[in-house]
């Protein structure tokens, strides 16, 4: 199941559309291409330029819509063959697009080993260029409803145009009740290395409630399946504050999903979407929803049980057990440049966020554009599509042409660029390296980030640790698990250049978080072994002064506190770079002494 949900800044009062577990675009982005751009350097922008480390494909099919779900999908139902019926055509215009957008970038895919999946390669290079796929993610919907064949199909065109590096992560969602036995082999033999799926709860009322297409039944199945096959690198994803939802069912589902062995899961706090039947039903905070400070009980009652379990948790929304962070969300949360493919998929290449339609004809005929017309290497769009929405500032593009005078101001790229750094540095528990900020946009946008979080710092939600980083957060280790299948026990240090230089490696990702999720404003119920929130780390110094000078440190939020009040705190930030520019004497690379 891909997540998203949308971040309104609250001193600027544009979106960010937000990618928690796959890029799939918002029901909110009406655009036919949506795209926002967040490079310093126009002129290098075009989007197929380099060869990707990491692949989203979408595979929009589901049985049946869930009740808060506003995805772009196709409800096939459950008549047998339909989900393959519909599949075909569309995973035909998708290796269509894979094969016309590596063309127009001329790129040839490295000669790599015939098979990337299992015995992972801990030698291989991580720099986003010339090595092959990485990470590649099917998303959707449902995939686990495409024939295996069809998913076999994508991963070889992928291979052909882009290669896969040995020791890849492939991960594919697959929902329970929607495969056996047979499916499952028929998906792993294709080299995929860990499966998502989305259980949502371990409870059966809440199962029916949320409109799911399972049961609480085809959910043991499910993991039982998995486990019998020995995939030892399966996530689950859950989500809380559901209609009636009670902390005792929450805590529940929680150790039931521990009791799974699952190497990963994610908890995301349900978000009522306008034009869902939640939509339709419920306002947040109301019954039947439990009320925000219930939410926020279950959000530290997640942090304190699966902490106790040993998952270590390493974003907002997911945690890992040594080994086993997704790479693939990770490429999102440190802005490394990705390419997405399907419909309603967003691409981030070479600064630009390019989100294609969510229709399937529509969908369909933009590929056949793209085909006859290729990448617009002045705005990173197929020539002939139509870009009717470019963030921040600037106006509606046509058909190419005007295009340059739409552009955003470089200030605004530049701008854009350092408040995607702030909100994904902030989701990663490493949090926000402000040397790496100060290297990049000048010791003013360091110390304009600095004050901005000075009140979450008194509040004890952002912790400065000024220790010099070695690794980051990632847990290291290569190779597979004992006795596993297919496993993905792989270096989650996983350090991408990104094609962009070596300044942003360090967990000072952009794009955007899922701060929405969590930014509660009522404190809730304290969970009793972490009732201090940011004061678990003795090494973290707090300051509220805005710190020494000359040594910047990194700034992190505190688990759960400061995750929970993570939006209060972007918002400070935010706030504090409204109208930041950077001086002339940063520009030109020196420091800026009377910033300082
Ligand atoms: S399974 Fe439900 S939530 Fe997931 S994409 Fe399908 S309809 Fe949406």
């Known amino acids: 199941?891909?997540?998203?949900?949308?971040?309104?800044?609250?001193?600027?009062?544009?979106?960010?559309?937000?990618?928690?577990?796959?890029?799939?675009?918002?029901?909110?982005?009406?655009?036919?291409?949506?795209?926002?751009?967040?490079?310093?350097?126009?002129?290098?922008?075009?989007?197929?330029?380099?060869?990707?480390?990491?692949?989203?494909?979408?595979?929009?099919?589901?049985?049946?819509?869930?009740?808060?779900?506003?995805?772009?999908?196709?409800?096939?139902?459950?008549?047998?063959?339909a989900a393959a019926a519909a599949a075909k055509p569309y995973v035909d215009n998708v290796v269509r697009e894979i094969r016309a957008t590596a063309a127009a970038a001329a790129i040839e895919a490295p000669k790599l080993p015939a098979r990337g999946g299992a015995g992972g390669d801990d030698t291989m290079e991580h720099s986003g260029r010339g090595g092959g796929v990485k990470t590649l993610f099917f998303g959707g919907g449902t995939p686990s409803l495409c024939p295996p064949e069809l998913v076999g199909l994508l991963i070889e065109t992928v291979r052909n145009c882009y290669g896969i590096a040995a020791g890849a992560e492939i991960s594919i969602e697959m929902?329970?009740?929607?495969?056996?036995?047979?499916?499952?082999?028929?998906?792993?033999?294709?080299?995929?290395?860990?499966?998502?799926?989305?259980?949502?709860?371990?409870?059966?009322?809440?199962?029916?409630?949320?409109?799911?297409?399972?049961?609480?039944a085809d959910v043991y199945q499910a993991v039982e399946l998995l486990r019998k096959a020995k995939v030892d690198n399966f996530s689950i994803d859950l989500m809380s504050g559901l209609p009636k939802q009670t902390v005792e069912q929450w805590e529940h589902t929680l150790s039931?999903?521990?009791?799974?062995?699952?190497?990963?899961?994610?908890?995301?706090?349900?978000?009522?979407?306008?034009?869902?039947?939640?939509?339709?039903?419920?306002?947040?905070?109301?019954?039947?929803?439990?009320?925000?400070?219930?939410?926020?009980?279950?959000?530290?009652?997640?942090?304190?049980?699966?902490?106790?379990?040993?998952?270590?948790h390493y974003e907002i929304s997911n945690y890992a057990r040594p080994g086993f962070q997704s790479r693939h969300n990770r490429a999102y949360w440190e802005n490394v440049p990705f390419l997405a493919f399907g419909n309603g998929a967003a691409s981030f290449v070479d600064g630009y966020r390019f989100s294609r339609p969510r229709g399937l004809p529509e969908y369909g005929q933009w590929v056949g554009e793209l085909e006859e017309e290729g990448w617009d290497k002045a705005t990173g769009a197929p020539r002939r599509a139509a870009c009717e929405e470019v963030l921040p500032g600037g106006g509606g593009m046509g058909d190419g042409a005007g295009a340059e005078e739409s552009r955003p101001s470089r200030e605004a790229l530049e701008r854009d660029a350092l408040l995607d750094d702030v909100m994904l540095g902030f989701r990663l528990k490493e949090g926000l390296d402000l040397r790496v900020v100060a290297s990049k946009y000048g010791h003013s946008a360091a110390r304009r980030v600095e004050e901005g979080a000075t009140e979450g710092m008194r509040q004890g939600w952002v912790v400065r640790d000024t220790a010099a980083r070695g690794s980051r957060g990632g847990d290291a280790g290569a190779g597979g698990e004992k006795g596993g299948r297919n496993v993905g026990r792989v270096d989650d240090d996983f350090v991408y250049d990104g094609g962009r230089g070596s300044s942003s490696t360090l967990g000072a990702g952009s794009a955007a978080g899922d701060v929405g999720d969590h930014g509660r404003t009522s404190p809730g119920r304290g969970f009793p072994d972490d009732r201090s929130g940011g004061q678990e780390d003795r090494r973290a110094e707090v300051a509220s002064d805005g710190g020494p000078r000359g040594e910047w440190g990194t700034l992190r939020l505190s688990d759960p506190d400061g995750f929970l009040f993570s939006n209060s705190v972007i918002s400070s930030v935010f706030c504090e770079l409204d109208g930041w520019k950077r001086c002339d004497q940063e520009q030109d690379g020196g420091v800026a002494a009377a910033d300082r």
């Open 256 to 312: 039931e999903a521990i009791a799974t062995g699952a190497a990963h899961i994610s908890v995301y706090d349900l978000q009522v979407e306008a034009g869902t039947p939640f939509g339709r039903w419920f306002s947040p905070g109301e019954a039947p929803l439990p009320e925000d400070e219930t939410c926020a009980d279950m959000y530290r009652t997640a942090s304190g049980v699966l902490g106790q379990a040993g998952y270590d």
């Open 1 to 81: 199941m891909a997540v998203w949900s949308f971040e309104r800044s609250v001193c600027w009062g544009w979106s960010f559309l937000v990618p928690i577990a796959a890029p799939a675009a918002s029901a909110a982005s009406t655009a036919r291409v949506a795209m926002s751009a967040t490079t310093m350097d126009t002129q290098a922008l075009a989007l197929p330029s380099l060869p990707p480390s990491s692949v989203y494909v979408n595979l929009p099919f589901c049985r049946r819509r869930c009740f808060y779900c506003d995805f772009p999908i196709k409800v096939v139902g459950d008549r047998p063959g």
């Open 175 to 216: 929902d329970p009740g929607t495969f056996d036995e047979a499916r499952l082999e028929a998906f792993l033999a294709l080299g995929i290395t860990r499966v998502s799926m989305g259980v949502q709860s371990f409870d059966a009322g809440l199962l029916e409630a949320c409109g799911r297409a399972h049961s609480l």
